[in-house]
């Protein structure tokens, strides 16, 4: 309990920008089902489970056109 | 000059609603928390890991760690990570034509290669900021009596290479249509200036060494005076290679 | 005066000759039909203009301006809508009208106001939505309006009609129509349909230069045959006209389809009263008397010949 209330002001931040990559990226991939390559079940997995690298890596290969 | 900076607007806009920026701010965030909470917890980590009953000494962590953590994340993860988000910012322009459009209407090639560089370099300032602030900020409230030396010159030098490698995506984006041939060439010339590292000679002059020597510069084994050459190198390396990327993009046919 | 003079244009791509030779020239308001099969270089004279690809050799010259490879000077006369018009997707349509206004050194003022009057004019006013969520032909059409928006003295379309459904296709020659007079528009396109419907000059590309060029009815005229085709109400009539002795001269031709004789004679006018005069005698009353028209579809299948 002591330890975790010593980490608290680092894990609230860093899980809040966690969730915001991770939230960002499974809302596009949800909402915009068109990918470059690859197919719904496959990029939300990648972006939910594969850390950072995920949600970069659907913005910058993933995703299909605009809109 | 309006073109110029119309076109910039315009990059900057396209890196906000493409989420470019969103994803880098975050992507460095998240390293400017973790560097000094993973230097904090390095001792507790090892000691879970170590057999029952088995006890080592184990130094307390200080700032130096924390920023270690720091410039090993960014250096590595942090480029990484930049140069893939900025991998298409020419060619998918040059691919799906829209370029063409503006080019037609007066645009004028110079002012497309310089306001790409000014939009990447912009968005990699400040998401390397938000980084080295946040750490600074965790690193000087867990410890707040270490001290360290040259900071300021240590962050710019990483600053530095990570503009250098910028023009280098920005020249292999010229040279080549496809998004994960510039990525290739980046790749290669990080390789090529690790090779360099191997003639003793050169070393002082590598880029590379601003990105690899952060450490020992707050640590002050390594002198200030001794990463000028290194330093003048790349600021002259940077501004040619967008030269010869604005000669190239200039020939090319579209 | 020429809006458009292009002088003994040539473009190799490796060994393929794309243009050779080509003499073109637009004169002012007029609105030019570019006319050739797919792969004629259509695109690749149009990229030339623009001063996108270089020309192996040859003049082209813009409002009396010297067009030069990669330079955009010439360019500032010229409003340009591509055959696939990409734009940022991330944007909406006054967004990238400004960005298009500030390339061109348009003041703040008036983009707005050319923005508001062009977007109304293609049908885009209402729409707020960003590009990206955009048919095939509101981009056409957005086309239209980034292309007007310095007031280019030349309008030249690549194909704007070409990928469109009927009523895509109906809303673009609309605009085009619109702006007939305001500029000189060039459109390239292989549906002659559209060339009928809004052009007044022709050009046909063949084999890297012009096969056929004037006013639509210029060339009409030209081209038109001495043929005349008569209807009758049942073949008997047909048969009896056939029989007149007069048809079986050598300077006539005469055939017969059924209830129909097409009827090929040399001098038009006369021929024609001379026809009209048999009919009488025979007391035959023809379904229809036409005087053929060459159809542009004709004539460009024998221009590319």
Known sequence: ?67 | MRNYIAFTKKELLESIRTYRLLIMLLVFLIFGIMSPLAAKMMPEILSASMPEGMTISLAEPTAIDSWTQFFKNISQMGLIVTIIIFSGVLGTELSKGTLINLLTKGLSRNTVILSKFTGMAIIWTISYAAAFIVTLGYTVYLFPNDEVSNLLFSVFCLWLFGMFLLAVLLSASTLIKNNYGALLISGAVIVVLKLCNIVPNLQNYNPLLLATDNVSLLTKTVEVSSLSDAAAISIICSAMLIIASILIFRKRQL | MSVLEIGQLYKNFGNHTVINGLDLSVPEHSVYGFVGQNGAGKTTTMKMVLGLLKPDSGDITVCGEKVCYGETKSNRHIGYLPDNPEFYGYMNSPEYLSLCGEVTGLSKKRIKERSEELLSLVGLADVKRRIGGFSRGMKQRLGIAQALLNEPRLLICDEPTSALDPIGRKEILDALSAIKGKATVVFSTHILSDVERICDHVGVLHGGKLALCGTLSEIKERRRHDCFVIDFMNSGDASCFMDCEELKSPMVSATQEGHTIIIKISDLKNSGQFLIDMLSKKQITPLKFELMEPTLESLFLEAVQ
């Not at chain 1, 002001?9 to 915009?32: D, E, M, N, R, Y």
């Not at chain 1, 079940?41 to 809109?67: H, K, S, T």
């Open chain 1, 1 to 67: 309990m002591e330890i975790l209330r010593e980490y608290l002001p680092f894990l609230v931040p860093l899980i809040i920008a966690q969730l915001a990559l991770g939230i960002t990226a499974i809302v596009h991939v949800l909402k915009h089902p068109r990918y470059r390559f690859g197919n719904k079940p496959i990029w939300v997995l990648i972006v939910l489970f594969i850390n950072i690298i995920g949600p970069v890596v659907y913005f910058v290969f993933g995703r299909g056109e605009d809109q």
